[in-house]
């Protein structure tokens, strides 16, 4: 939270881990787990992964932090994700604030219809929604305000020339003050400096996630090195 400085949630990041020494990125396999299909019993251990991790630290008497987890175009239009999200909640107690759903823009805009449907019910489980990688996917104005998301997520590739030469701010302060007259909060991914953070914080941004603040980690270590501080 770039005004008060607080870590307010975490994202699941998932890594195929082919050996001990050797992780390979979801860049490299999400694509080959949605052409395979995959990607449906994958994004359903994910979910539950998350939600179970969620409860081992609501249990510990730590304050609740929410965790965002994505969802490809295969997972969102499946007959079951609403039942699997249901499951993957009630199943470890935990209460739907403490979830939250990214969708990017090129997945909403397959079946914008269908898509906000299932926006709609996941609002019911009390789940919030965050359109991921804004400014890349090409929606309409018109169609953004109809679907129930609670925060936009600035893509990286409008963020990371901050600070360089030549930098053109127009489209990410443009960004912003458009989903601040939607209503919606803004997120800003890639930051890795503290110029970047600062103009952010400038221009309004409500929160920031990025290198900046650390690198991917294991949840035992985000456990000591986040939740177990004051």
């Known amino acids: 939270d770039l005004q008060t400085d607080q870590l307010i949630s975490a994202e699941a990041l998932l890594y195929w881990q082919e050996t001990k020494q050797i992780l390979i990125p979801p860049d490299q396999f999400i694509s080959v ?10 994004g359903e251990w994910v979910l539950n992964q998350v939600c179970s991790q969620s409860r081992i630290w609501m249990n510990s008497g730590k304050p609740p932090i ?30 739907g604030e403490l979830l939250r759903i990214e969708l990017t823009e090129s997945t909403l805009m397959e079946n914008p ?3 906000i449907e299932v926006m709609h019910q996941f609002h019911k ?23 129930p998301v609670d925060i ?36 800003a991914e890639g930051v890795e400096t503290e110029q970047q953070r600062d103009y952010l914080r400038d221009q309004g941004c409500d929160y920031v996630q990025g290198f900046y603040y650390g690198n991917p980690v294991p949840a035992e270590m985000f456990e000591s090195l986040f939740l177990s501080s004051d």
């Open 152 to 187: 936009i997520n600035i893509d990286l590739s409008f963020i990371k020339d901050i600070g360089e030469p030549g930098f053109d701010p127009i489209i990410a302060n443009t960004i912003i003050q458009l989903a601040h007259s939607m209503g919606y909060k803004v997120i």
């Open 113 to 115: 219809q269908q898509a």
């Open 66 to 95: 929410p965790v965002a987890v994505n969802l490809s175009g295969r997972q969102l239009y499946s007959q079951g994700i609403l039942r699997t999200v249901q499951q993957a909640l009630t199943g470890n107690r935990l209460p």
């Open 125 to 147: 489980m009390n789940i919030s929604l965050a359109i991921d990688d804004f400014g890349t996917g090409y929606s309409s104005l018109s169609n953004l305000q109809k679907f």
């Open 33 to 42: 787990a949605e052409e395979s299909g995959l990607i449906l019993p994958i």
